[in-house]
């Protein structure tokens, strides 16, 4: 087995233990109601962290506009379940529909919005993805979808005339936002982190994968050896930007209003900072400091105003742990003790005895 194989299956089995124990112990009453209402919201963020280290981490692009795709994904599934909640009685069937739907429309976004922009880099691109996650909120705060005996209406930046009032339902209420079934369960929301890790994971394993990177460490040299620049670029970009989707799909399904509001340009710096104090590229990095990072206010939240300043403390640490050269060092030297040296597997010679 090759090692970044078992490093991925030592990564989802940290995932699948973690919501195991907990789990376990919300059932036995010990973790407490806040904090186990935490573990949905974490399962959510940790898969848009490690969607948007596939972007920034291995395909190298600093993107911006992450709150755009998981809003796109939100929205879209949310309208979706919605407007089939009696004819669709099955919430897990409603809700995996929901899944695919949302998915597909935040891809097709991705798609539309990232032939333009990823003939930029650097900054450049950066703005560019910001805008765009600023007019997708925009365009929210300015949706109405209305439904009653005669149909579906939809108006834009006014509240829908000509309705039917006996029979009429808002689906989309703009700034509003909507009020979207809540069939996301801990379960599902596990399900759907786990096969997300795979397919990234897999994706970065892959010539894909290789390829992403090379364009990342050396964009001139992956041309000139013949790789399709724009291509890799484009399949790691649209596959983050249906994870996002799939991530506001469960999002939007687990509250029970949901405003436009909170896509803001703040949320995709939040994802931002949760992959680089994880580490770039690292999806085990990326899984650690969002549940680290997003438990540590709600757990100090009766300190006040200090909870702020121990987040912000932690966020320092974990910068300098993870970037640091005296600290790597440490890091090495600490790898570099017997005990540590013996869990390590051991070579074989060629003829066959271990090394």
């Given at each position: 087995m090759k090692k970044t194989t078992k490093n991925n299956i030592v990564?989802?089995?940290?995932?699948?233990?973690?919501?195991?124990?907990?789990?376990?112990?919300s059932s036995a009453g010990i973790l407490g109601s806040k904090l186990s209402g935490l573990l949905i919201p974490i399962g959510i963020y940790i898969i848009l962290s490690v969607s948007l280290n596939l972007t920034v981490g291995i395909l190298g692009e600093l993107s911006l506009g992450h709150a755009g795709f998981m809003c796109v994904g939100?929205?879209?599934?949310?309208?979706?379940?919605?407007?089939?909640?009696?004819?669709?009685?099955?919430?897990?069937?409603?809700?995996?529909?929901?899944?695919?739907?949302?998915?597909?429309?935040?891809?097709?976004f991705g798609f539309l919005i990232?032939?333009?922009?990823?003939?930029?880099?650097?900054?450049?691109?950066?703005?560019?993805?910001?805008?765009?996650?600023?007019?997708?909120?925009?365009?929210?705060?300015n949706i109405y979808i209305t439904?009653?005996?005669?149909?579906?209406?939809?108006?834009?930046?006014?509240?829908?005339?000509?309705?039917?009032?006996?029979?009429?339902?808002?689906?989309?209420?703009?700034?509003?936002?909507?009020?979207?079934?809540q069939d996301t369960t801990l379960l599902l929301v596990v399900i759907v982190l786990m096969i997300s890790l795979i397919v990234i994971m897999n994706l970065v394993d892959s010539k894909t994968g290789r390829a992403c990177m090379a364009i990342r460490d050396n964009y001139i040299a992956a041309q000139s050896v013949g790789i399709n620049v724009?291509?890799?670029r484009l399949v790691a970009f649209v596959i983050s930007a249906a994870i996002a989707g799939v991530a506001g799909v469960l999002y939007s399904h687990s509250l029970a209003v949901l405003a436009p509001k909170k896509f803001d340009y703040n949320f995709s710096i939040l994802i931002l900072v949760f992959v680089v104090l994880g580490g770039l590229g690292s999806m085990r990095g990326s899984v650690i400091a969002t549940v680290v990072l997003y438990a540590l206010p709600e757990i100090f939240r009766e300190l006040g105003?200090?909870?702020?300043l121990i987040y912000a403390i932690v966020l320092i640490v974990m910068m300098l742990f993870n970037n640091a050269p005296y600290f790597i060092s440490i890091r090495e030297r600490i790898a570099a003790l017997p005990f540590f040296q013996k869990l390590k597997p051991k070579k074989k010679a060629v003829g066959g005895e271990s090394k």
């Open positions: 990564t989802c089995g940290i995932v699948l233990v973690f919501f195991i124990i907990c789990s376990i112990l939100a929205y879209v599934g949310g309208v979706f379940s919605i407007l089939v909640q009696d004819t669709v009685t099955s919430p897990i069937v409603r809700i995996i529909l929901a899944i695919i739907i949302g998915g597909i429309a935040a891809a097709i990232g032939i333009p922009v990823l003939r930029l880099r650097g900054d450049y691109l950066a703005i560019v993805t910001l805008g765009f996650g600023e007019i997708i909120k925009s365009i929210a705060n439904k009653d005996i005669n149909g579906v209406h939809f108006s834009f930046a006014a509240p829908v005339a000509d309705i039917d009032a006996a029979s009429a339902v808002d689906i989309f209420k703009g700034a509003q936002g909507i009020k979207a079934p724009t291509k890799y105003d200090y909870r702020m």
